[in-house]
């Protein structure tokens, strides 16, 4: 492949674009007309426009994406994560097309796609499970059975997608026909199918994912875990390599039970099995994402690994790089996602313009984004605004880059998850490793966000300060190392201008 067309956007289409230009390798991009000014758009070596804003008639508009890389000679595609990433109709529509789709093939998709689906092919493997349904539930009497039968509390899922959508927590048989109706509902809107299934609900749960790779040759190996637990609304906000309560050898069980399941499907290229651990670390597989993952930076980074250049490398019909017994974990990786939402009522979408935007730099910091300062956060997509990955020689030091990299992190214009992932790099529960997938309901309250008085005045001072020296006109600021220099910018802390 010498030209490759990145079906996606933001942070992630600049990312893989970086990738593909180490390994001489040209970039189409296309994009909405809400990001004709993105820095993805114009570091690509073409980019076109393929609709308006709104995702369904740009993103996800799998005909005009093939019509566009026909016309330019793109020989591969790469989907980034979520829009059609997972889609296997659109991976069947590239590969009839004459192209390389960078990623599974759209029968694993498939497969591991629908989360029934992939639970009945990870029981054929001997992959522990969580108690539950065989299948979807269909009828009221048979979900009292099977939730009789696992014991209350009870998890209702949605068999498609994901992200806490569909999902319902029931304590009692009483409210167990309500809450079926209610997640189905929710479950047919977000993603066209209201099929849900019961599950045991695992109390005091620790996310766990394992990062795979497989290949077309019959290969698969795993990279390692990373610990997503710290979340709001079932969606991650911290994540980090390796996780800070495996021993080597659950580890080694995970990292085998993944693989297991990778080769069930004939899995190739990047792809992530996910795991819940309880507080007995016995695990459970949990559904497989068959995608890059938006936290795939840590594992790079403890790893040496760059996923997508391996990913490309097997969409071109190689093997895979290196043998599991080359890799080792070496130091500690953190990543935080920074959105433009407000933690201190409710995680809220924040939508305005990023008058400053300044991100951190130095030893052990990294930083993805898709966004410059002036840049309007557009209402129609995800609000993530950038990834902030730390890594150290250990744990320990990765968390104390990462304050300081968030304590550096300059913006303003709109309200971040910043001081929230500074509060949890700050938190016993955090830093002792001791935390489970409800460390927000047990340990934050947006009360505890409020600023002390003296900040309070040091941030009013900020905002005085990018009044004056950030034009009228939202061009670019006039350099502020003096102010920077004694600590009046506002950073994190995002006081409105």
Request: aromatic content about 8%.
């Amino acid at each position: 492949m010498k030209k490759i067309l990145v079906a996606n956007r933001g942070e992630i289409a600049l990312r893989v674009m970086r990738t593909c230009r180490d390994m001489g390798i040209k970039t189409v991009a296309v994009f909405s007309e809400a990001d004709r000014k993105a820095p993805f758009v114009n570091y690509a070596d073409e980019a076109v426009c393929i609709g308006p804003p709104e995702s369904a008639k740009s993103y996800l508009n799998a005909d005009k994406i093939i019509e566009v890389a026909k016309e330019l000679g793109v020989e591969g595609i790469h989907p980034g994560y979520g829009f059609l990433s997972e889609n296997a109709a659109f991976s069947d529509k590239v590969k009839n097309a004459g192209i390389i789709f960078i990623g599974p093939s759209a029968k694993a998709m498939r497969m591991m796609g629908d989360k029934l689906s992939a639970k009945h092919a990870a029981k054929q493997h001997n992959i522990p499970m969580v108690p539950g349904s065989d299948g979807a539930i269909t009828d009221i009497k048979e979900a009292i059975e099977v939730a009789k039968k696992v014991g209350f509390p009870i998890l209702i899922k949605a068999s498609a997608g994901g992200g806490g959508k569909g999902m319902r927590v029931v304590e009692s048989v009483e409210l167990l026909e309500e809450q079926i109706k209610l997640a189905s509902s929710e479950a047919k809107s977000a993603f066209g199918d209201g099929a849900v299934f019961i599950e045991r609900y695992v109390k005091s749960p620790r996310h766990i994912e394992i990062q795979v790779m497989g290949d077309n040759h019959g290969n698969a190996v795993y990279l390692f875990e990373r610990e997503c637990s710290v979340q709001r609304r079932h969606q991650k906000v911290v994540e980090e390599a390796p996780s800070s309560v495996l021993t080597p050898e659950i580890r080694k069980a995970m990292g085998e039970c993944a693989v297991r399941i990778a080769k069930a499907c004939n899995y190739s290229g990047a792809g992530t099995v996910e795991f819940l651990l309880d507080d007995k670390l016995n695990f459970y597989f949990l559904e497989m994402n068959t995608r890059l993952q938006v936290e795939h930076p840590v594992t790079e980074m403890i790893t040496g690994i760059d996923l997508v250049k391996e990913q490309i490398n097997v969409a071109r019909g190689n093997k895979i790089s290196f043998k599991q017994e080359d890799l080792k974990i070496i130091g500690h990786s953190i990543e935080v996602r920074v959105y433009a939402e407000d933690p201190a009522n409710n995680f809220l979408p924040d939508i305005g313009k990023l008058r400053i935007y300044n991100p951190p730099k130095g030893p052990g910091v990294r930083v993805d984004d898709g966004f410059e300062e002036g840049m309007e956060i557009p209402i129609y997509y995800d609000s993530m605004i950038s990834k902030l990955i730390t890594y150290g020689k250990d744990r320990e030091e990765a968390i104390q880059r990462m304050i300081r990299a968030i304590d550096e992190y300059q913006i303003s214009g709109v309200e971040t998850t910043l001081p929230f992932c500074k509060f949890v790099m700050q938190h016993k529960a955090f830093t002792s490793g001791k935390f489970d997938t409800h460390f927000v309901s047990h340990y934050f309250k947006p009360e505890m966000l409020n600023l002390a008085p003296e900040n309070e005045e040091q941030s009013m001072l900020a905002a005085l300060v990018a009044d004056i020296f950030v034009s009228k006109s939202d061009k670019k600021r006039i350099p502020l190392n003096s102010v920077a220099e004694s600590k009046s910018i506002s950073n994190w802390k995002n006081r409105r201008n």
